[in-house]
């Protein structure tokens, strides 16, 4: 009786173990692909934000290098970004008794473009926008302006992910 345990345990370990090779924990399924392209995306927008673009680039490269095995090259990745920051927008939300605006919404939105070179089913051309509300007494400067671009940049690189290589 104690060897069909053993032998039913080391069977579910087995299991376990080999299922485990097929399954990213960060839930990035990169296929077979080894490197990543990510151009610079330039600041398009009516408004411009001189550091937007250099900022936003980073992110989503630190976002792949962190959450992929996939290595950054400058050119010919199997997986390819490109794109530019389309808007920049900063809008009053809500009133306040006095008719004033109470609180300022800044709106980034992004075009991307994602080829996989491995698999062209797989690519697209898609906008990706987000959000943040600040106070309208507050100046979009200092630390207003590096809260609101964490929030609106992790999101929307998040995003871009999710949409590419995340499979939820």
Same mark, same amino acid.
């Given at each position: 009786?104690? %060897?069909?345990?053993? =032998?039913?345990? /080391?069977?579910?370990?087995?299991? &376990? $173990? ?6 990213? #924990? !960060? ?6 692909? %080894?490197?990543?392209? =990510?151009?610079? /995306?330039?600041?398009?927008?009516? &408004? $411009? ?6 900022? #936003? !680039? ?111």
């Amino acid at each position: 009786m104690k %060897k069909y345990s053993y =032998i039913s345990l /080391f069977a579910i370990l087995t299991l &376990l $173990i080999t299922s485990c090779g097929f399954y990213s #924990f !960060t839930g990035g399924d990169v296929g077979d692909a %080894k490197t990543i392209q =990510i151009d610079f /995306f330039p600041n398009q927008a009516p &408004l $411009i934000e001189p550091t937007l673009s250099q900022q #936003f !680039t980073l992110e989503l490269q630190d976002l792949f290098t962190r959450q992929t095995n996939l290595n950054l090259v400058p050119n010919n990745g199997d997986l390819h970004f490109s794109g530019e920051i389309t808007g920049y927008r900063i809008a009053p939300m809500s009133a306040s008794s006095d008719q004033t605006s109470a609180q300022n919404r800044l709106t980034i939105t992004v075009d991307v473009r994602y080829a996989n070179k491995l698999d062209e089913k797989k690519d697209f051309e898609q906008s990706f926008s987000f959000y943040s509300d600040y106070a309208a007494s507050a100046q979009l400067t200092g630390a207003v302006q590096e809260a609101a671009f964490r929030e609106i940049l992790e999101r929307i690189t998040q995003d871009i992910f999710n949409a590419s290589v995340g499979k939820w």
